[in-house]
């Protein structure tokens, strides 16, 4: 499912990790982050991250890990097209993460004023609401 605006809720962008994390029910979730991604609404993915985790489960970085559609499906995932008005942003942010996906989420979640769940501590250096 693919959206275009954001819904009235928080959000939270769940980062490519996580995706794997809830997909195999990994422990080093927090039980607090899962138990705020789990209650939410509907789980949001940014295009970026979708695109990106399918990209690295097709280049077997992921070993088992199911396809990026089963996850999706699985879990009742809403994919949030990357706005177009947020390239600038982007491509504005300072170098703390040399990933420019990761730089794409964060101005998304800027833009569109929700949080991140990611453990990626470089991503919290970024002036971005963060799950944990």
């Known amino acids: 499912m693919v959206r275009n605006a954001a819904s009235s ?19 080093r979730l927090p039980k607090t982050a899962l138990e705020r991604l789990i209650c939410e609404e509907q789980l949001i993915v940014s295009a970026v991250t979708a695109w990106e985790y399918a990209d690295l489960q097709q ?19 809403a994919v949030l097209d990357f706005p177009a ?5 982007a491509s504005e942010l300072p170098q703390i993460h040399r990933d420019p996906i990761d730089r794409m989420l964060v101005a998304h979640a800027i833009f569109e004023n929700c949080e991140i769940a990611t453990a990626d501590s470089n991503i919290r250096r970024y002036p971005v609401k963060t799950l944990w």
Request: glycine share 4%; no cysteine.
């Open 9 to 27: 809720t928080t959000m939270i962008f769940a980062d490519t990790h996580i995706l794997l994390w809830l997909a195999s029910a990994d422990q």
């Open 85 to 89: 008005a947020a390239w600038p942003l």
């Open 59 to 77: 280049r077997g970085r992921f070993g088992d890990a199911p396809p990026f559609a089963q996850i999706e499906s699985d879990l009742t995932l």
